[in-house]
């Protein structure tokens, strides 16, 4: 038995190395770097593997001021769009042409923003067309075009977005910093109000999975949905939840009926926009915005 210990801990560490060498930041490094001094194609996987891609990061940019609805079908080209600088006008028929070239809208964004032969190389090597998987396909320089092309895809999610109550409900309190009503003092309210009567439907933005389905004492009954893409939304302060944790729904299914639970001065609905975890104001990504008045406030 003795005798087999030194070949045993000899095979183990052989096989720490190997994980070491294929499966770690430092080995792709050293195996990216052999590759290109002996002229060879390295088999590493790029850094981006190992950080998973950066492609869920807050935008950088102010969506432009839309002039009028946005079509579904177009909302990816306005986000690629506000990215880019250029009119939607201009984005759309070269996503289109991309998409029809590589197979899905995630591809065609990255050709957009990466080139086209990058997107096509990572279409060729990456497990699926989920621009997460793209990206991981790509060597790790393509960081901030891969950034740039995720900020794009969830612009566009933003600009999809339906509303959660009848557009006749009026806004009694807007987006950003205001004089908190119970607590005092200068304070970001990160989403919008809705003076909805209590009972009133609440329905989902888009489809998505129910991240969270519950109660506490800030934000009364919340129902937090994940659309995908880094874009989530939140419906606090309801009377009562329909879905549970863990729930997929469709784009204008009921999941509440609005109320007065949590922390509230009066009935109403706080509907509020995510994207990649800091929250933006849900009316920059529409052009028919529902009145301001005053009413109920957090």
């Not at 439907?201 to 994940?226: E, K, Q, T």
Request: with cysteine.
């Amino acid at each position: 038995m003795k005798a087999r210990l030194p070949l045993i801990e000899l095979l183990l560490s052989g096989l720490c190395l190997w994980a070491a060498w294929y499966y770690t930041p430092a080995g792709a490094l050293v195996r990216t770097a052999g590759a290109w001094f002996f002229r060879t194609r390295s088999t590493a996987r790029p850094l981006l593997a190992y950080f998973g891609a950066g492609t869920l990061v807050p935008p950088r940019v102010q969506p432009p001021p839309l002039a009028g609805p946005v079509p579904p079908q177009q909302a990816l080209a306005y986000g690629a769009g506000a990215v880019l600088g250029w009119n939607h006008t201009e984005t759309a028929p070269r996503l289109r042409a991309l998409a029809q070239k590589l197979g899905s809208d995630d591809a065609a964004t990255l050709a957009l923003f990466c080139g086209e032969e990058s997107a096509r190389y990572a279409v060729d090597e990456a497990a699926s067309q989920r621009l997460e998987d793209l990206a991981r396909a790509l060597p790790p320089h393509s960081e901030a075009c891969v950034a740039r092309a995720a900020q794009a895809m969830m612009l566009g999610g933003a600009y999809a977005l339906g509303w959660p109550v009848n557009e006749t409900i009026r806004v009694t309190s807007p987006f950003g910093v205001r004089e908190h009503p119970i607590l005092g003092g200068s304070r970001l309210h990160a989403g919008v109000d809705l003076g909805a009567a209590p009972g009133t439907s609440v329905r989902a933005a888009a489809a998505g999975v129910v991240r969270r389905a519950s109660s506490d004492g800030v934000n009364g009954r919340i129902v937090v949905l994940d659309h995908g893409r880094g874009v989530s939304t939140m419906y606090c302060h309801n009377d009562s939840v329909l879905v549970r944790d863990g729930q997929r729904v469709e784009k204008g299914q009921v999941i509440a009926r609005s109320g007065n639970t949590g922390r509230t001065t009066g009935p109403h609905l706080h509907y509020q926009l995510d994207l990649a975890g800091q929250p933006a104001d849900p009316l920059r990504y529409r052009a028919e915005r529902p009145r301001v008045g005053a009413g109920g406030a957090d």
